[in-house]
Nanobody, 124 residues
Framework: QVQLVESGGGLVQAGGSLRLSCAAS????????MGWFRQAPGKEREFVAA????????YYADSVKGRFTISRDNAKNTLYLQMNSLKPEDTAVYYC?????????????????WGQGTQVTVSS
């Protein structure tokens, strides 16, 4: 099993920044892709960003390109999401996810492990 715990969410005004962290525990994987997803009330969970196990490849939803940056520190077993120029429409619960393997899927159904989520609220 792999346990994922998100942190860093909170309340911020439009145009501000937040940095989310996801700490992973467990020794199941020698390599795995990781991603960030978000879900607003009444809406489906949507893809935000993903990164390969070696951090050589990154992917972003069009809605966050140029504003969000995904990164990982494998030595610390930690995934990050730097969010800049935040907009009210970014308000959601943000989840980190992990998937064993080299491929980096963008659909939430392809990921095996999920954190509990952290709330991000962006005010006008």
């Amino acid at each position: 099993q792999v346990q994922l715990v998100e942190s860093g969410g909170g309340l911020v005004q439009a145009g501000g920044s937040l940095r989310l962290s996801c700490a992973a525990s467990g020794r199941t994987f020698s390599s795995y892709a990781m991603g960030w997803f978000r879900q607003a009330p009444g809406k489906e969970r949507e893809f935000v960003a993903a990164i390969s196990w070696g951090a050589g490849s990154t992917y972003y939803a069009d809605s966050v390109k140029g504003r969000f940056t995904i990164s990982r520190d494998n030595a610390k077993n930690t995934l990050y999401l730097q969010m800049n120029s935040l907009k009210p429409e970014d308000t959601a619960v943000y989840y980190c996810a992990a998937r064993r393997g080299v491929t980096v899927p963008l659909g939430h159904q392809a990921y095996d492990y999920w954190g509990q989520g952290t709330q991000v609220t962006v005010s006008s």
